[in-house]
T-cell receptor, first 112, second 118 residues
């Protein structure tokens, strides 16, 4: 089955700097890659997603890049703010087994 | 409109008891998913419903776990003879279409049920 690895597990960034979280997936049959943000004690919320027919997608301070050849995708947050502090999960949807597999999460802390 | 809701928000039970967790998806969403999130861990897939049928039950950890969905809406996840290792947050998500044509659409999560087995 699909295996999604996420790095780093924890990340501390000075406010205003950029944060990058990376994920790799194992099965080339995966074609949809969402990113979720989960604040402490709250539900995961979708912040951005990308499908395999594009290489990059941006939404204000958030961007995601996808390299299908290398089977990795990354989340980029620019001009970080304290409210960006949360756990971020990447995921990969595999159309072979029709399952969304999540990474283990990155705890991002923005230092004021 | 209303998002995904789950009840109860918290459940404390004794080892060996049965528990039922409920999920109300977003109105009109045909697909419903259950996940389990242990403390500090990622989301572990349990089961997926397309309408009332569950094409994929492969994530259920043991035969003590079962789930059903009726009327294409509400779903219940039942854990029989609970064990301490069942303690986790159980998250439900729904999506409008689910899997179609080899792809999937956005899943929206509920707030979860925190289950503690003593």
């Amino acid at each position: 089955g699909e295996n999604v690895e996420q790095h780093p597990s924890t990340l501390s960034v000075q406010e205003g700097d950029s944060a990058v979280i990376k994920c790799t997936y194992s099965d080339s049959a995966s074609n949809y890659f969402p990113w979720y943000k989960q604040e402490l004690g709250k539900r995961p919320q979708l912040i951005i997603d990308i499908r395999s027919n594009v290489g990059e997608k941006k939404d204000q301070r958030i961007a995601v890049t996808l390299n299908k050849t290398a089977k990795h995708f990354s989340l980029h947050i620019t001009e970080t703010q304290p409210e960006d502090s949360a756990v971020y999960f990447c995921a990969a949807f595999n159309f072979g087994n029709e399952k969304l597999t999540f990474g283990t999460g990155t705890r991002l802390t923005i230092i004021p | 409109g209303a998002g995904v809701s789950q009840s109860p928000s918290n459940k404390v039970t004794e080892k060996g008891k049965d528990v039922e967790l409920r999920c109300d998806p977003i109105s009109g969403h045909t697909a419903l998913y259950w996940y389990r999130q242990s403390l500090g861990q990622g989301l572990e897939f349990l089961i997926y419903f397309q309408g009332n049928s569950a094409p994929d039950k492969s994530g259920l950890p043991s035969d003590r776990f079962s789930a059903e969905r009726t009327g294409g809406s509400v779903s219940t996840l039942t854990i029989q003879r609970t064990q301490q290792e069942d303690s986790a947050v159980y998250l439900c998500a729904s999506s409008l279409v689910g899997t179609s044509g080899g792809s999937t659409d956005t899943q929206y999560f509920g707030p979860g049920t925190r289950l503690t087995v003593l």
